[in-house]
């Protein structure tokens, strides 16, 4: 049977793993989170690229995705702002409808520093960015998960939230709570079919990383038993795989993206 090419687009995008799906990354205009973006658009979803600072970089990845044929729309909120959140989720779910994926990926920053020189301003900052980045986007979108019966939360985590790292003290403390936080959504919202996991990178070469020192990046590498550290689109990758409904059954998981140093 001779296929038209529009008839071949339509077959194409019915394999496409993420399609009808309406989904909201925040800090998606750099690194992990703007990787993350584009592999999802590719994969037919409709994609809210949030952003807080970097205005040009996320509407650079709106465009990748409108010249792939998906659609995507930046919005600017903190996300440790509850209004602005509120204001950005109802922004995403007027352009697309219901939002049906979360992924939770901006960075809260913070020094690196032994805990003899840690200053309790600065972990606290650590701490509640962290979970506050957590809290409002869930807060604003799982309610319409519920109603809907369906939903899926991937927040990012480190690697370092179960082994500590020299001078990595905060982000290892918040990022253990974030797990439970998500482990324990995994638990209350799994009778409305709401799945909640979690994907922890290891080193990841991007702006958050780009200061550590080059030696210290080529020891990380040679420890790593795929011999490298990791790129935004290998975290990408597995954010696909737990967001698809190839991953139906899958919540309350922790999935480390680290080239197998977990397991040393
Ligand atoms: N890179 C690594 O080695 C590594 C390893 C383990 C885990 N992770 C985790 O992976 C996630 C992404 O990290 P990355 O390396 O891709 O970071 P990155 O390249 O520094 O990008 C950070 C992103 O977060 C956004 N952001 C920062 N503060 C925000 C706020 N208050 N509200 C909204 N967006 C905000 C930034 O937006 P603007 O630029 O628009 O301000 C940017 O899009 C983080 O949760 C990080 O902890 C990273």
């Not at 840690?118 to 319409?144: H, M």
């Not at 439970?180 to 922890?200: C, D, Q």
């Not at 975290?235 to 899958?250: P, T, Y």
Request: contains cysteine.
């Amino acid at each position: 049977m001779v296929t038209t090419p529009s008839q071949q687009s339509q077959t194409s995008d019915q394999h496409k793993l993420m399609r009808d799906r309406v989904v909201l990354i925040t800090g998606a205009s750099r690194g992990i989170g703007a990787a993350t973006a584009k592999l999802l658009g590719q994969q037919g979803a409709a994609v809210g690229v949030n952003y807080y600072g970097s205005e040009a970089a996320a509407q650079q990845v709106v465009e990748a995705i409108s010249s792939e044929g998906s659609r995507a729309v930046a919005v600017k909120a903190d996300v440790r702002d509850p209004q602005q959140v509120s204001a950005m989720v109802q922004q995403v779910t007027e352009t697309f409808g219901s939002i049906d994926t979360l992924i939770i990926n901006a960075n809260a920053n913070f020094p690196i520093a032994p805990f003899t020189d840690y200053q309790w301003e600065d972990f606290e900052a650590k701490l509640l960015g962290e979970l506050k980045g957590a809290f409002f986007p869930c807060k604003a979108i799982v309610p319409s998960m519920i109603e809907q019966q369906r939903g899926c939360i991937i927040a990012i985590s480190s690697g370092l939230s179960r082994d500590p790292g020299e001078g990595f003290i905060a982000h290892s403390t918040a990022k253990s709570g974030l797990d439970a936080f998500i482990k324990s959504l995994a638990l209350e919202l799994g009778p409305y079919e709401i799945r909640a996991n979690v994907v922890a990178p290891g080193l990841t070469l991007t702006d958050a990383t780009a200061q550590l020192p080059q030696e210290y990046k080529e020891a990380s590498a040679q420890r790593i038993p795929l011999k490298r550290n990791g790129l935004p689109e290998d975290v990408a990758g597995a954010i696909l795989l737990l967001a698809s409904e190839e991953a139906r059954f899958v919540t309350g998981a922790y999935l480390p993206v680290s080239g197998g140093i977990q397991m040393l």
